[in-house]
């Protein structure tokens, strides 16, 4: 997957085919705040190792108050549970702290078309903001915070509509 960085751990005899299982399943975890991307699109999925029959989970929130931790750790062990892996721990880890680079390429997709400008390759203040709807360039800032944290919100000079765009973090 490009742009999360994650391992697979193999420690059981399951072996890397089970943990493969598990990495595809846990696809299925939506971020409740952005529901078009899964956690592993996001990057806040880190690794995935099964130990002695438990599988264990270690996830890292966009930010360390991330609202959303609590809903994602609970989704996180229903769909294991549901899917035959009732032992489970997750594990949530700040260090190294949450960057974009993790974000795939296919998660960067899904949020533009969902309306959201994806974060770019730069934090530079010159950097053009590309409106998730018409592409144009003539965007202009309105507020550095968003619906979340992780958001700012911008107005398109072409199309006139509001969109948020996903700040690099």
């Known amino acids: 997957m ?6 697979v751990s193999e420690v059981s005899a399951g072996g890397d085919a089970e943990l493969q299982v598990i990495w595809t399943l846990l696809d299925e975890v939506k971020d409740p705040e952005i529901p078009v991307l899964s956690i592993r699109d996001l990057g806040v999925l880190r690794d995935v190792e099964k130990i002695k029959g438990k599988v264990i989970v270690t996830i890292t929130p966009t930010y360390s108050a991330c609202p959303a931790m609590d809903t994602i750790r609970d989704d996180i062990g229903t769909v294991l549970a549901a899917s035959g892996f009732p032992d489970s721990e997750i594990k949530t880890i700040l260090s190294p702290a949450w960057t974009t680079d993790w974000m795939s390429e ?8 969902f309306g959201i400008a994806p974060p770019g390759n ?3 203040p010159e950097q053009a903001i590309h409106c998730p709807r ?5 965007t202009n800032l309105i507020s550095e915070y968003g619906s979340t944290a992780c958001k700012a919100m911008y ?7 509001a969109f948020c765009y996903f700040k690099v973090i």
């Open 2 to 7: 490009v742009g999360a960085q994650h391992k």
């Open 106 to 113: 296919t998660g960067k997709r899904k949020l533009e078309q």
């Open 122 to 124: 730069t934090n530079s």
């Open 134 to 138: 018409c592409q144009s360039e003539e």
């Open 155 to 161: 107005r398109c000079s072409e199309c006139k509509e």
